[in-house]
Each structure stands twice: as C-alpha cells, then as structure tokens.
C-alpha cells in the first residue's frame, strides 16, 4: 500500500512568488492533515479536512495560504504571495476513520521544503 | 494552552546504551499521547500511541513509553540503542478523536559507534 505522498520534496522560491505543494493521501483516507515546521520549531497543525469539507482550519497563519481538496482525494496548499517567514516544512498526514482510536493514526508523508528568499 | 515539551534538544548515546527521551504535556482534557519518529528524507512514523489501559506502551523497533498523569508525562525509553535509531523524536498529544495533534519541537539522536 502506498504512503502518504508530497510533491515537491523541495521548493525555492523569491519572496512574493506562489508556490502550490500537493499532497496524495492513502487511497480511501477521508481524514487529510496539514502541518508545518518552521526551522527547528514544533509541528504545527495548520488544517483538517474530511472529504473535500474543511473541519478545522484554525492553524492557518493568514489569508495568503489556501488549501484545497477538490473530490475529497488529494490536496493542495498555496502560498500567494509567499513572505520570507512561510519558510519551512511542509507536512501532510492522512487518517481513516477518527473516532476509532485503537485502530486510528495519523500517517505522514515526507514534508515539503519551502525556502523563500 | 494545549502543548508539547521536549527538553532535550540533542541527545548523543553510545551504541548498546539505553536511551530515555522526556516529554511533559499540558492538555485540557483526557490526552491521547503518541510518539513519532523521522528518520532522514522519510516522513513521520507513529513508534507508539497511547490512549486508554496499561500506562505502559510497547511500540515498534523496540521502544516502550510510559503515561504518567501525576506528572503529565510520556517518556520514551530503549533498552539497548542501535545505530539505525539515529532519527529525530517527536512527542504529540491530541484529542480522542485524533483531530488535531500539538507537537514538541522534537528531540534529535545521535548514536556513537
């Protein structure tokens, strides 16, 4: 079975650009994370869908930053524009089913890494 | 305020040593606990979770964690240290239905030969 995916493992960009990461899921995954660490910081959530419905979205820094998940299978996230402090890792995790939690976890991907200059 | 404490920054164990990496928690309702581990260019692995029963947790690769609630903490231990667990550790709590997780900042290891 295949992991959580991430494309792009790295991305540079200059301070104003946009950038968009993408995040496949576990096929038949209906819960979908994303998180992010700032250099050598915790892992902060940023949001939480389940299908293609936005559950929790309390962890996003600012409007610059749009998450997506269009059919409820993958998703993306863009930074327009992306500002010097949106540099870091980029993590997506994904779940089955989250009222089960002897059977449940949360399984991450690789993280993207997003260098703004 | 929901959050995560990893003390220890770096830590450096001899190979065969055992290992014990700290994490206090403070969450204002009943904590489920997890401990994850990232390993260069590879994405978190859950090594354990915990969230009701025996306080003691066995995970994967050989670590065991154990919830104490008098001290709001979940440390994780290894009897005997392999060079392959050179990683970076992160402690996570969250809510019963696992919605959303609060991380420490992660603890790195490093393992002499």
């Known amino acids: 079975e295949a992991g959580v995916t991430q494309f792009p493992s790295h991305s540079v960009i200059e301070k104003g650009q946009t950038v968009t990461l993408r995040c496949d899921p576990i096929s038949g995954h209906d819960n979908l994370y994303w998180y992010r660490r700032v250099m050598g910081k915790e892992i902060k959530f940023l949001l939480h869908?389940?299908?293609?419905?936005?559950?929790?979205e309390s962890g996003m820094p600012n409007n610059r930053f749009l998450a997506e998940r269009t059919g409820g299978t993958y998703s993306t996230l863009k930074v327009q524009p992306a500002e010097l402090e949106d540099s870091g890792v980029y993590f997506c995790?994904?779940?089955?089913?989250?009222?089960?939690?002897?059977?449940?976890?949360?399984?991450f991907g690789p993280g993207t890494r997003l260098t703004v200059l | 305020a929901q959050s995560v404490t990893q003390p220890d920054i770096h830590i450096t164990v001899s190979e065969g040593a055992s290992l014990e990496l700290r994490c206090n928690y403070s969450y204002g309702a009943t904590p489920y606990l997890f401990w994850y581990v990232q390993s260069p260019g590879q994405g978190l692995q859950l090594l354990l979770k915990y969230f009701s029963g025996d306080t003691l947790v066995q995970g994967i690769k050989g670590f065991e964690a154990e919830f104490k609630r008098s001290q709001s903490s979940f440390n994780l231990r290894k009897p005997s240290v392999h060079w392959s667990d050179a990683a970076e550790y992160f402690c996570?709590?969250?809510?019963?239905?696992?919605?959303?997780?609060?991380f420490g900042s992660g603890t790195k290891l490093n393992v002499k030969p």
């Open positions: 869908f389940v299908k293609e419905s936005k559950q929790d």
């Open positions: 996570a709590v969250g809510p019963y239905n696992f919605n959303k997780f609060y």
């Open positions: 995790a994904s779940s089955q089913d989250s009222a089960n939690p002897s059977t449940d976890t949360q399984y």
